[in-house]
């Protein structure tokens, strides 16, 4: 049956993603309204670890979230996604801006398990509002990705992003300026 171009397989799947949010709440420190899981989402977490997950936030099937350390905290701003077998590692700090679009197998990582002499393990990954992120790209520790930017699929950014700016490459580099994108 449809009307209007809803069916009630659509409301269905929508129905299960909503209570599997529902369900999914517990493993958060603070989640706003309508979390919408889509399918199974690992999370390994230490105890006083935090993660923070604004409204409106939709996480597909396979997503890992891994926060590996006592003071590790991952936020996830409204109406964000996370797509399929994308994976968010932490041990310090990834914050992750609204209305963000983070396509499939996307890695983020603050840190790099282990220590080279004379540099950080560990450093901080901020993702500004209103950034799409490509397939497959890998965002490393210490990047700063500016508001409205995007990631192109499989590009490596080492370096902060500027607003608005479309990067790619390994390692990524800026393409274009004053971009502008809409899902």
Not at 55 to 65: A, E, M, N, Q
Not at 105 to 129: K, M
Not at 160 to 182: K, M, Q, T
Request: charged share 25%.
């Amino acid at each position: 049956m449809q009307l209007r171009g809803i069916t009630v397989k659509n409301v269905w799947k929508q129905g299960c993603r909503v209570l599997r949010g529902a369900l999914f709440r517990r493993k958060t420190a603070l989640c706003g309204r309508w979390l919408r899981v889509a399918g199974g989402v690992r999370v390994s977490k230490t105890r006083r670890s935090r993660l923070v997950l604004g409204s409106y936030v939709l996480l597909y099937r396979d997503i890992g979230l891994f926060l590996d350390s006592e003071e590790a905290v991952v936020e996830i701003g409204d109406h964000t996604f996370l797509n399929r077998r994308s994976e968010v590692m932490c041990k310090r700090h990834v914050k992750i801006g609204s209305h963000c679009a983070i396509s499939w197998d996307v890695t983020i990582s603050d840190t790099d398990y282990h220590a080279l002499e004379g540099s950080e393990a560990t450093r901080p990954v901020h993702i500004g509002d209103r950034v799409w992120i490509g397939s497959r790209a890998t965002i490393l520790k210490g990047v700063t990705i500016g508001e409205g930017a995007v990631i192109a699929a499989g590009a490596v950014v080492s370096k902060d992003v500027p607003p608005r700016a479309l990067v790619a490459g390994v390692p990524a580099r800026v393409i274009r300026e004053n971009v502008n994108w809409s899902l």
